[in-house]
């Protein structure tokens, strides 16, 4: 896979994908990060990304040319085929929500450029004729898009078969191919986790963890799963696709 990020701070990116996955994946060769820097595609002596809003208002409007012809000259050597596989996304408080599924999609891709937004907004023409997605990765305010491609590389990297290498266990990938497509199909939060020490500051690791009751041990994270994502996300419960097993657990939590 190969990743071009187009942004006016390729220095942002120094650090984020430097360390664990990401940066084993490169050294691999599993994917390639590549940054470039948009006002090596302007044509002006200032090397001007920006420009006032026609119809007036705050703040600056980031330019098309610049991304267009950087998306253009990134693709110029790309056959039909490689460009079929090809996402353009723009990043931008205006996109659709980026989620578990949008990543499985990235995935697929053999390479995705990512746009990265600035100032005020960017020009309506990139999102309809240029990037072939508009992406948000919240309902917050951000000062731009390049934590948010951040955040879509770091999730679709963790998709690509081989990725994860020895970081995810053995006894996870048993229990199902794909434990993390729990949290977008249908799926609930992840159970609560311990380690040692068994006594912290007074606060004991649930007794039932520390025995040896394989079955009780999952029954009751499959309860605590449930609980918690009743708390903190009941917009997922309510969509979610549970087992007898799990209507039966939630029933129980409410007596
Ligand atoms: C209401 C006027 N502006 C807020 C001060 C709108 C606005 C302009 C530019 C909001 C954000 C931005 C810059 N943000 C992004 O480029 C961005 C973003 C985000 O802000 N939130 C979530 N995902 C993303 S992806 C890119």
Not at 20 to 42: F, S, V, W
Not at 149 to 177: I, K, Q, Y
């Amino acid at each position: 896979m190969i990743y071009d990020i187009v942004t006016i701070f390729p220095e942002f990116f120094r650090g984020p994908f430097e360390h664990g996955i990401l940066r084993r994946a490169q050294e691999e060769g599993l994917i390639e990060i590549r940054l470039h820097d948009l006002r090596n595609y302007t044509t002006d002596k200032h090397r001007t990304v920006d420009d006032r809003p026609f119809g007036g208002g705050e703040g600056m409007v980031l330019k098309p040319e610049p991304l267009f012809t950087a998306v253009e000259s990134l693709l110029s050597d790309q056959t039909m085929e490689k460009r079929a596989r090809t996402a353009i996304v723009l990043l931008s408080a205006q996109g659709r929500w980026f989620h578990q599924s949008v990543a499985q999609t990235l995935a697929e891709q053999e390479r995705v450029v990512l746009l990265c937004g600035r100032y005020e907004g960017v020009d309506e023409r990139v999102a309809e004729h240029l990037a072939t997605l508009e992406l948000s990765i919240g309902d917050y305010v951000l000062s731009g898009g390049e934590l948010a491609a951040a955040v879509v590389v770091d999730a679709t990297t963790r998709l690509l078969p081989e990725a994860l290498g020895d970081e995810r266990s053995v006894v996870e990938e048993s229990f199902t191919a794909h434990p993390e497509a729990r949290i977008s199909a249908g799926g609930i939060l992840d159970c609560p986790h311990y380690t040692r020490p068994a006594d912290f500051r007074g606060h004991q690791v649930p007794e039932v963890l520390l025995g040896g009751d394989h079955e009780e041990v999952r029954r009751w994270r499959r309860e605590k799963a449930l609980a918690k994502t009743r708390r903190n996300r009941p917009d997922l419960l309510a969509r979610a696709r549970l087992t007898k097993e799990e209507r039966a657990l939630l029933d129980k939590l409410d007596s």
